[in-house]
């Protein structure tokens, strides 16, 4: 292309054609939803496993949600650096990880902080908790744990999936997080055994799979331009 | 009567430029070069002209120790550009 003048119809023309372009210009690899897709999936899916066959692999498998964090910001970083254009749509986007991130790690604290903290104020109030087993007639001290907490992380996990399917019309992500609110429906009626079947169920639907169409699309995408 | 088409934006390669920074928040000088299929020398001259009317903010900086070049629509030159379609489509309309 180069630096002349042009009638009004091919300005037009000329218009259409950098706006398709623009638009059609594709750079999401999917990598950061493999991971967490796979991540998730993995603990949600062994979790149960251990409380379905009763066995332990020998420390929480939720750690590596932890252990996930740093290849997690590497791939971010290097996606920020491989990208070459910034649309209002992936401006978009990125903001909504971001308060999702915060939001995961704010439910985290609210489950590990509220049931020491719950107790404090109860004894303030010389008040303590108390289970009884209507059966055995045994009565032990209560731990005032968050109750389905579970519940909480499907609609956190949902809801950025959701928002990033409707920003880019992305389907697979779309019915990823109506799934995963249909989980988080069922997770209501559900003991905490399958609340973790769910959870690691949510992390494939939402992400894993989503992620690896998208990875599909990308090196089709980046293969079209080679 | 028709207002005159704005002669910053009516050429090849500066409309092109603009079409494509404003479908986007931001873009780099090799996505431009990359959509126009320009050269490096062109663009950068038709980008400095767009860059002296006002119409586009840039940006150099360092990325990985090589140079970027970042471009973004300014609020005056998405006025300029909506002005620019609304006279082309009139001008179109009345030629039917």
Redesign the interface.
């Known amino acids: 292309m180069e630096e002349r003048n042009i009638s009004e119809q091919e300005s037009l023309q000329l218009i259409q054609e950098m706006i398709g372009k623009a638009k059609s210009h594709y750079h999401e690899s999917g990598a950061s939803a493999i991971l967490w897709g796979a991540v998730i999936g993995t603990c949600g899916l062994i979790s149960f496993a251990e409380q379905q066959w009763n066995f332990s692999i020998g420390f929480d498998i939720w750690f590596l949600t932890l252990a996930a964090i740093v290849p997690g910001i590497w791939i971010n970083i290097r996606a920020a650096k491989k990208r070459i254009v910034k649309t209002h749509a992936t401006a978009a986007i990125d903001i909504v990880w971001n308060v999702f991130g915060i939001s995961i790690v704010c439910v985290v604290l609210y489950g590990n902080i509220i049931p020491s903290i719950s107790e404090g104020f109860f004894a303030k109030e010389n008040i303590e908790l108390l289970s009884h087993n209507m059966l055995t007639g045994e009565t032990k001290k209560y731990w005032p744990t968050t109750l389905s907490l579970s519940s909480v992380f499907l609609i956190i996990y949902a809801f950025p999936t959701l928002a990033t399917g409707w920003i880019s019309k992305f389907k697979p992500m779309i019915i990823g997080a109506v799934v995963c609110y249909c989980f988080f429906i069922a997770s209501l009626f559900t003991p905490f055994k399958y609340d973790m079947l769910l959870c690691g169920l949510a992390g494939i639907g939402n992400w894993l799979i989503p992620g690896l169409l998208l990875n599909r699309r990308y090196r089709k995408a980046k293969s079209a331009h080679v | 009567m028709f207002k005159d088409?704005d002669p910053i934006l009516?050429?090849?390669?500066?409309?092109?430029v603009m079409?494509?920074l404003?479908?986007?928040?931001?873009?780099?000088f090799?996505?431009l070069k990359?959509?126009?299929?320009?050269t490096a020398g062109?663009l950068s001259?038709?980008i400095q002209k767009l860059k002296d009317a006002g119409y586009i903010d840039v940006v150099k900086q360092f990325?990985?120790n090589y140079p970027q070049t970042i471009c973004k629509i300014t609020p005056q030159g998405v006025t300029a550009f909506e002005e620019y379609?609304k006279n082309?489509?009139a001008?179109?309309g009345a030629?039917k």
């Open positions: 088409l009516h050429s090849q390669l500066r409309l092109a079409s494509l404003i479908s986007v928040k931001e873009a780099e090799t996505f990359e959509k126009t299929n320009s062109n001259v038709q990325k990985n379609v082309l489509q001008y179109l030629n």
